[in-house]
């Protein structure tokens, strides 16, 4: 199974909202994944020639002031983290390889859940209604997030195998269903340079997708590759640094459904999860079409 | 068994659904209230299923999956979307969808109309067995799929594979057709067609359109009749 949801906003109100909003979706996905549960959440621009990170380390007293003392030696400034549960979002005065490079070779226990901009991502083992108030999703405020609620099928339940996951610079992907051919796309991307860290399904369409787009693809073809070289079922929600996207397999068997207001757009698995949001009532509802990329983009980031 | 033309509310944000499902069942050869509104669904599943009374349902907003599946003899109404499996082994009565419908409406219902007025999403009418459906607007890919007997009309347009693999159901579309799938052909459209669509849009209360602008779609009989060349 797996839930998905996507929240889009296009007004300060749901902005100031948004962590609050998303929560509550996520936690109408809660029967549809109760392994783990992640969101990637845009806000908080990190300036100009600067990295924003997200790290976790799965030793919940895991002591960040480390880290951010070497970060500061190494690349100076202030990267105070702000910390939220077992994960921390540094800001480095650097540029994102030598922000990434400097943490695993420092911290090798440390895992970089994202690095760019905007992007934030958080996820963990455990129920998804448990982990949104663990991670305190309600403070947050941002233009745009996505969550992922997991049933694990082809995988371990684990930090690491749970969504969103990291495809690059500001984007990520969650996915409903599984892929069929990732071991040997795997050791294809692997010889393009693309690291993998789990035996995870998902993480194998996000690093396809990583490398379509380091390749010079748009996330339209991106998006239309996958229906050439991925094998599986799969609806995907893309998070970008301005917007997201939404792409279903051509059989479209697992479920989607996209709501939209003058105030939001938003996407989930079931409508149940859409159903809290303000003016959900008299929104413009449709499901959509398979094999078809659905982008919006230029959020208020 | 008591008339009354008191509308039964229930407020689905305070009531558990397995006691609204349960009150209705109840119904089933006994007195109790003819008409229902059912108010603050939410997207929840299997909203009014397993009826068999003669009773009016209204659900106002939206439903999740399955709403009203196996029904019998009911008029259920949604005022909203409905999510998956709408109306799915629906054996009599009728489901009214005012907006969109997603993936398998009225899948293998055996008798009954199911009417969507809004679009219908892919898998609309799979093995249908008997059901009568009318979508006002379009529907999905893999409609009627391997459909055995019933009828499915459409005022809109198809998604692709439209048919595959069907056995004696009846297509009306009046659009575009994405695709046919296997075994599915265009037929002519006669008389006694033109009756069924006619009787069915009436029936449903669908005005406004014209029986000549629809063509009709069934089985070629080449793939479910035995003939060797079809085996493995």
Same mark, same amino acid.
């Given at each position: ?19 609050? +909003? ?19 959440? $845009? ?164 690093? $396809? +997708? ?11 073809? *991106?998006?239309? *590759? ?7 079922? $799969? ?67 | ?46 909203? =009014? ?18 709403? #009203? ?12 979307? #409905? ?48 059901? #009568? ?24 347009? #198809? ?16 659009? =575009? ?56």
């Amino acid at each position: 199974m797996c839930g998905i949801v996507g929240l889009f906003s296009k007004s300060d109100a749901i902005s100031e909202r948004l962590g609050e +909003l998303l929560s509550k979706m996520l936690v109408q996905m809660n029967d549809r994944g109760p392994d783990s549960a992640g969101v990637a959440v $845009y806000r908080n621009p990190a300036p100009a020639g600067s990295t924003k990170l997200t790290l976790n380390a799965a030793d919940p007293a895991f002591h960040w002031g480390a880290v951010r003392d070497s970060l500061a030696a190494a690349f100076g400034g202030d990267p105070t983290p702000d910390v939220r549960a077992t994960h921390a979002v540094f800001v480095v005065a650097a540029d994102e390889a030598d922000a990434t490079a400097h943490v695993r070779a420092a911290f090798p226990e440390v895992r970089v859940m994202s690095a760019g901009s905007v992007i934030e991502i958080y996820k963990e083992v455990g129920l998804p209604s448990e982990f949104a108030t663990r991670f305190a999703l309600e403070d947050i405020k941002g233009s745009h997030a996505l969550g992922h609620t997991r049933m694990a099928t082809e995988s371990k339940v684990t930090t690491l195998g749970s969504h969103p996951f990291s495809t690059g610079h500001d984007v990520c992907l969650v996915h409903n269903g599984s892929l069929s051919n990732h071991n040997g796309l795997r050791e294809n991307l692997r010889r393009e340079g693309i690291e993998f860290h789990t035996e995870n399904d998902t993480e194998v369409g996000a690093g $396809y +997708l990583t490398w379509r787009l380091r390749e010079g693809a748009t996330l339209e073809e *991106g998006l239309m *590759g996958c229906l050439d070289d991925l094998d599986g079922f $799969y609806t995907f929600a893309i998070g970008t640094a301005d917007g997201f996207a939404v792409f279903r397999d051509p059989i479209a068997c697992k479920p989607a459904v996209m709501a939209e207001t003058d105030d939001w757009v938003a996407m989930a698995s079931e409508f149940r999860a859409i159903a809290v949001l303000p003016g959900a009532e008299s929104a413009r509802i449709w499901e959509p079409a398979p094999a078809t990329p659905y982008v919006w983009e230029g959020a208020r980031v | 068994m008591s008339t009354t033309t008191e509308i039964e509310v229930v407020d689905l944000s305070l009531t558990p659904l397995r006691e609204l499902n349960q009150r209705l069942h109840d119904l089933a050869g006994a007195d109790g209230p003819r008409s229902w509104r059912i108010t603050n669904p939410s997207g929840a599943h299997n909203i =009014a299923c397993g009826l068999d009374a003669d009773i009016d349902v209204v659900v106002e907003g939206h439903a999740g999956y399955y709403c #009203a599946g196996m029904n019998k003899q009911a008029r259920v109404r949604i005022t909203g979307t #409905a999510g998956q499996g709408v109306a799915e082994n629906m054996m009599s009565g009728r489901v009214t969808v005012d907006g969109n419908a997603s993936q398998a409406a009225g899948a293998t219902a055996h008798g009954g109309l199911l009417h969507v007025r809004g679009d219908a999403s892919s898998r609309c009418g799979i093995s249908l067995k008997g059901a #009568a459906i009318v979508v006002e607007g379009s529907i999905g890919h893999m409609s009627a799929f391997m459909a055995q007997t019933g009828t499915i009309v459409v005022c809109g347009d #198809a998604g692709d594979a439209l048919g595959d693999s069907m056995y004696e159901a009846h297509i009306y579309v009046r659009g =575009a057709v994405a695709g046919l799938g296997a075994d599915c052909i265009e037929k002519e459209l006669r008389d006694v067609h033109r009756a069924e669509l006619g009787g069915l849009l009436a029936e449903a209360g669908v005005a406004g359109v014209d029986v000549a602008d629809f063509k009709r779609y069934g089985s070629a009989r080449n793939l479910y009749t035995f003939k060797i060349d079809n085996t493995y």
